[in-house]
């Protein structure tokens, strides 16, 4: 069955730095990647969408690529800052509209 | 943008009765909204798929019967949790695609803590 893996439960990065989160899939052929954060209590927010056919997305500090043969995305928060901190949850999705997620990476941003 | 709105936020019920969650879509028509369910530090599990006009589909292992949906509207979803137990306290929420063509993702509702006591 599908399986999606993000690389740690919780990720502690200094103020100022870049934060990278990984997702890897497999037994999946995604057609389509998001990223969503989540903060404690409340529904998800979506922050970036990139198709198979993507190499990188960037959107303000935020970029996200998307290796298809590695079948994995980075996710990074550059310049990052405590009000970065979150739950960041990948989510895969084909053509049905249906999307299934991650478990998510607690990032916290140190001051 | 869109926005969706997800009533109660909090709920708090007795074993063996009954709880409705509402979901709307604000300012877009959703043909087809998202029910999940999420515990403590777990990932959000997909539990039906509601479609507007016809009956919902539901996620292998979800009972269809305990947890009812219904899409009358293109902007309403209901979900009803019959017969709560305290195993079906957890967090649940909604989401509904504005345009899958689209880059927009899926838009959330802000959950509901359903508590059964």
């Known amino acids: 069955s599908q399986k999606i893996e993000q690389n740690s439960e919780a990720l502690n990065i200094q103020e100022g730095k870049t934060a990278t989160l990984t997702c890897n899939y497999t037994?999946?052929?995604?057609?389509?990647l998001q990223w969503y954060r989540q903060d404690p209590g409340r529904g998800p927010v979506f922050l970036l969408l990139?198709?198979?056919?993507?190499k990188e997305k960037r959107k303000e500090r935020l970029k996200v690529t998307f290796d298809t043969t590695l079948k994995q995305s980075l996710f990074h928060i550059t310049a990052s800052q405590p009000a970065d901190s979150a739950t960041y949850l990948c989510?895969?999705?084909?053509?049905?509209?249906?999307?299934?997620f991650g478990k998510g990476t607690r990032l916290h941003i140190l001051p | 943008g869109a926005v969706v709105s997800q009533h109660p936020s909090r709920v708090i019920c007795k074993s063996g009765t009954s709880v409705k969650i509402e979901c709307r879509s604000l300012d877009f028509q959703a043909t087809t909204m998202f029910w999940y369910r999420q515990f403590p530090k777990q990932s959000l599990m997909l539990m039906a798929t509601?479609?507007?006009?016809?009956?919902?589909?539901?996620e292998q292992g979800v009972e269809k019967d305990k947890f009812l949906i219904n899409h009358a509207s293109l902007t309403l979803s209901t979900l009803t949790v019959t017969s709560a137990h305290p195993e079906d306290s957890s967090f649940y929420i909604c989401?509904?695609?504005?345009?899958?063509?689209?880059?927009?993702?899926?838009?959330f509702g802000s959950g509901t803590r359903l508590t059964v006591v």
């Open positions: 037994n999946y052929s995604p057609a389509y």
């Open positions: 989510a895969l999705g084909k053509g049905d509209d249906k999307i299934i």
């Open positions: 990139i198709r198979e056919n993507e």
């Open positions: 509601s479609n507007e006009g016809s009956k919902a589909t539901y």
């Open positions: 989401s509904a695609a504005r345009d899958r063509r689209s880059n927009y993702g899926y838009t």
